[in-house]
């Protein structure tokens, strides 16, 4: 028994023990991370890029991009760059860079400064000298500025040039239609495949310069031509840029007729970029919409809002609203979320979409008048208004619906004043109209002036739900064939070692550079 008792105090003690060391571990972790944690609030932050050292790195990079023969990966940076730093980017930044990356014999360095409107950043003040016990501040480094082999470039001349259209156009300084027009004249002297996605870029805002001040129509004989000479040269980003930008030409002054020949007769290129792509969708479900195409168009316009970038909210706030009209013209009701979600802005915006919706899914033709007496100037703003106007025949086929379903038989006269039918309207020939359409299942008798319902039969007699159900199982076939298809690689692909691996991995990178690229350009919101 003392032998027990003394073996049970010799592991208590033991226990004890370990507990004592396990609080101890415990409190110095605590300690360490308090102090790591410190030590990382007390860091300074990184250090931010000031802008005129990000336009010189840009023309580094844009020298790079001529001596690699057009890499595509140095210009998208430059652009990327460019266009997240784009608010930071002054007239005094401008004058600075300006004065720095042009050669002096420039011929159009004179007018280039004197369009950015100053005359540079001031000097910066001299450092304050330290006090006794303190340490001295370190002096501020100037930027490198470019070399006088990256000054002859025309490469840096375009993309001085696409700097001082981007601060115009930011400032809507009625210059910018003349800066824009002097661009396009000094970069059409040169013929340098480096230049394309520059030169795509300035052509661009060349186009909505002209758009911002009400003279769209001047740019369009100057368009014709610029993609017909980027098609000569095989120019794909200048061709499909210049093509949405006719065909936004065309849709802006309601020309579609001229819009869809153009497009049905200009080439495609076989790379396309994703936005010009989303443009070109969009411009494509605008036609089909309008040449009563409504399946086409729907999916055009979804496929357009399902690529759009997500910082493209302007752009995709607009699909939103054809796609309901689109939607609505089919005969669909879109969900109440989609027209409520985002912020108040966005619901703002999108009020007069959700009235028209709950008018057509209520049948009511009264409330669907107050709606586009209400928001004509928005449909009118938004260029929807031919399709809202196309919208009355479903209200009042929706109304005939409820009713025939609501009655076995009703007086034409009662119809009309329950859809709200003006009294020149011929009701009898509304009815007959949408019962051959297929709209209402119901007969006329026309010597009592009745619409008589027919008795309704039970669906699930007839061959409908089959079919749809056969339609959903094809699509579930078809979209695993298509990923089985996607999965297929080449063979010994997976074998491949050494410099072949290295290859591939700076294959990947560059192609997740350029998607990142994609995912984070802005300019789609400009519309």
């Known amino acids: 028994l003392v032998h027990n008792r003394r073996a049970a105090e010799d592991r208590g003690l033991r226990a004890m023990g370990a507990d004592v060391e396990m609080k101890d571990e415990g409190a110095q972790k605590k300690k360490e991370e308090a102090a790591a944690n410190a030590k990382e609030e007390t860091k300074p932050p990184p250090k931010e890029l000031d802008v005129l050292e990000m336009m010189f790195t840009n023309v580094a990079l844009l020298e790079k991009s001529v001596a690699s023969k057009g890499e595509p990966r140095f210009v998208a940076k430059v652009l990327r760059q460019t266009m997240s730093s784009r608010k930071k980017i002054t007239r005094e930044k401008l004058a600075d860079f300006l004065a720095a990356a042009l050669a002096d014999d420039n011929p159009c360095k004179a007018s280039l400064l004197a369009l950015a409107g100053s005359e540079g950043s001031p000097a910066p003040p001299p450092p304050t000298p330290a006090a006794e ?10 930027p490198t500025p470019p070399t006088p082999a990256q000054q002859l470039l025309p490469e ?3 993309y001085a040039h696409l700097l001082l259209l981007l601060v115009l156009v930011d400032a809507k300084d009625p210059a910018a239609k003349g800066a824009s027009v002097a661009a396009m004249v000094r970069l059409g002297a040169f013929n340098r495949r480096t230049l394309d996605v520059l030169q795509a870029r300035v052509v661009y805002y060349y186009s909505l310069a002209h758009e911002m001040f ?3 129509v001047e740019v369009r004989a100057a368009l014709l031509g610029l993609h017909r000479t980027a098609a000569l040269r095989f120019d794909e980003i200048g061709q499909e840029t210049i093509l949405n930008l006719l065909l936004r030409n065309y849709l802006h002054y309601n020309l579609y007729d001229q819009a869809e020949k153009l497009r049905s007769k200009a080439p495609l290129p076989a790379s396309r970029s994703n936005q010009q792509q989303c443009r070109y969708l969009y411009y494509l479900g605008r ?7 409504y399946s086409d168009a729907k999916e055009c316009l979804t496929q357009a809002h399902r690529k759009a970038p997500k910082v493209a909210k302007g752009f995709a706030l607009e699909l939103v609203k054809w796609i309901t009209v689109v939607r609505l013209l089919l005969g669909e009701i879109p969900e109440k979320k989609d027209l409520t979600e985002g ?5 703002a915006a999108l009020k007069p979409y959700l009235d028209l919706t709950q008018a057509v899914r209520l049948g009511d033709l009264e409330k669907f008048r107050v709606v586009m007496e209400a928001y004509a100037g928005v449909f009118s703003a938004d260029k929807t208004t031919n399709l809202v106007t196309r919208l009355r025949r479903n209200v009042i086929r929706t109304g005939l619906r409820r009713i025939s379903l609501a009655y076995s038989s009703i007086s034409l006269g009662d119809v009309a004043a329950k859809l709200g039918l003006a009294p020149g309207d011929d009701t009898e020939c509304i009815v007959a109209k949408a019962i051959r359409d297929g709209g209402i299942d119901a007969a006329i008798d026309h010597e009592q002036q009745l619409m008589c319902s027919k008795e309704t039969s039970d669906i699930y007699a007839t061959q409908e739900p089959q079919a749809a159900f056969h339609a959903r199982i094809a699509f579930c076939l078809d979209t695993h064939n298509e990923a089985v298809k996607a999965m297929r690689y080449p063979p010994g692909s997976g074998k491949q070692k050494g410099n072949d691996s290295e290859k591939a991995k700076a294959r990947n990178a560059l192609e997740a550079e350029l998607a990142m690229h994609i995912m984070d350009d802005d300019e789609m919101d400009e519309f």
Do not use: Y
């Open 214 to 216: 009400g003279q769209l």
């Open 133 to 142: 016990g303190e340490t001295a501040p370190e002096a501020l480094v100037p």
């Open 343 to 347: 912020g108040s802005a966005q619901r």
């Open 287 to 293: 036609i089909r919409a309008i040449q009563l195409e």
């Open 156 to 158: 840096t001349e375009a």
